[in-house]
Nanobody, 117 residues
């Protein structure tokens, strides 16, 4: 059994910042790739940022220079620091943790981010 818990979402004004956290626990002792995805009403769920076990990072173009993904393997955690937030960043953000083998990957329940004045 694997549990994935996200936190850090909320309401913020344009130009503000939020830090999302995600912690995995349960039967898997470590994870390979970790990532953040988001879903806006009426749109598909899109990749925001990923980080590999070795620390290689990838970002969707719209968040480059504003968002930073990081990981702490001692805590089985992945973080997303979001700066200079825009209204178009409003979405439900989901954490995904990949086992790196046949167990597959695991999703959190999502955390709501609203950017509005």
């Amino acid at each position: 059994q694997v549990q994935v818990l996200e936190s850090g979402g909320g309401l913020v004004q344009p130009g503000g910042s939020l830090r999302l956290s995600c912690v995995g626990s349960g039967s898997i002792s470590s994870f390979a790739d970790m990532g953040w995805y988001r879903r806006t009403p009426g749109k598909e769920r899109d990749l925001v940022a990923t980080i590999t076990r070795s620390g290689r990072k990838n970002y969707v173009d719209s968040v480059k220079g504003r968002f930073t993904i990081s990981r702490d393997d001692a805590k089985n955690a992945v973080y997303l620091q979001m700066n200079s937030l825009k209204p178009e960043d409003t979405a439900v953000y989901y954490c995904n943790l990949d086992s790196g083998y046949r167990a597959g990957s695991f999703w959190g329940q999502g955390t709501q981010v609203i950017v509005s004045s």
